[in-house]
């Protein structure tokens, strides 16, 4: 088949399937088989650049397709580092959990014994020194020992802050 003709077909597919983006992508995928990859970029190509122009699309994507290089170039150089980036999520990640959220939450009450701790949150002492291990870790808490007893508080102030404002997101909504 002609390079003119296979266009040609993949144009009257597009517009066939021009309101169901999903739809078009099953179709691309379902012939993809039998043509090359080459009319498959071509597919998509023409939906995105021909055909989503023009559709109404109730779709949570742009309608057109553009770009604003100045704009893009901007946001990419005030982006955090790479390293910030990896600390502050793997910060969030230690957020995520249930258990070590409540400990801080009570830790930004007041500094606490493990066993105080325990007794909050109705855990083990294991569990929760386990769960206090992981926070330290992401230098979320810190700790001082005073004879036998290993007491507990947050590392500073913004963590307080940090549990705070998610519990004001979450609760303005």
Same mark, same amino acid.
């Given at each position: ?87 502050? %999520?793997?910060?969030?990640?230690? *957020?995520? =959990? ?5 400990? !801080? #939450? ?41 004879? %036998?007893?290993?007491?507990?508080? *947050?590392? =500073? ?5 940090? !549990? #705070? ?9």
């Amino acid at each position: 088949m002609s390079n003119q003709l296979v266009f040609a077909e993949v144009c009257l597919e597009a517009v066939y399937f021009c309101q169901d983006w999903h739809e078009w992508q099953r179709h691309c995928q379902a012939n993809l088989d039998s043509r090359d990859k080459n009319v498959y970029i071509l597919h998509d190509y023409i939906f995105r650049r021909c055909v989503m122009k023009k559709c109404p699309c109730d779709s949570d994507m742009c309608e057109e397709l553009c770009e604003h290089p100045q704009t893009v170039c901007q946001v990419q150089s005030e982006l955090p580092p790479e390293e910030e980036v990896r600390q502050v %999520t793997e910060m969030f990640r230690v *957020l995520g =959990d249930m258990n070590r959220f409540k400990i !801080l #939450q009570a830790l930004s009450q007041r500094e606490l014994c493990v066993c105080d701790i325990a007794a909050v949150l109705q855990m083990a002492q294991s569990a929760v020194s386990q769960q206090l291990r992981l926070l330290r870790g992401a230098r979320l808490v810190k700790y001082r020992k005073e004879g %036998t007893l290993a007491w507990y508080s *947050l590392n =500073d102030d913004y963590v307080a802050i940090l !549990l #705070q404002h998610g519990m004001n997101y979450i609760r303005q909504k």
